[in-house]
């Protein structure tokens, strides 16, 4: 079973950025996983998808991060999520999660505020 830690979180200006990186207690190598990604809940809110990242290196976003916001991972026991051009929509508790063997692993996630 894997861990996940996230880490990167903080209280930033409107218009700064932030990096997140989510720490693997397993390498990538040991397992085989479908997708990673990073979501995010506001208070008040569901949920949502904020980006995802294939074994293959396919990406996506969701449209209000698009361009802002870029996933990778070193493919060994990190992901990370950049972030640019914050904005006071993007404050939320934001998690990071692995699919891999059709079981889905949740960090216990890292606060980011943006204020304006």
């Known amino acids: 079973q894997v861990q996940l830690v996230e880490s990167g979180g903080d209280l930033v200006q409107a218009g700064g950025s932030l990096r997140l990186s989510c720490a693997l207690s397993l390498s990538m190598h040991s397992f085989n996983f479908e997708h990673m990604g990073w979501f995010r809940q506001a208070p008040g809110k569901q949920r949502e998808v904020v980006a995802g990242?294939?074994?293959?290196?396919?990406t996506n976003y969701l449209d209000s991060v698009q361009g802002r916001f870029t996933i990778s991972t070193d493919y060994d026991k990190t992901l990370y999520l950049q972030m640019n051009s914050l904005n006071a929509e993007d404050t939320a508790v934001y998690y990071c999660?692995?699919?891999?063997?059709?079981?889905?692993?949740w960090g216990q996630g890292t606060q980011v505020t943006v204020s304006i």
């Open positions: 990242i294939t074994k293959g290196g396919s």
């Open positions: 999660c692995i699919i891999t063997g059709g079981s889905t692993y």
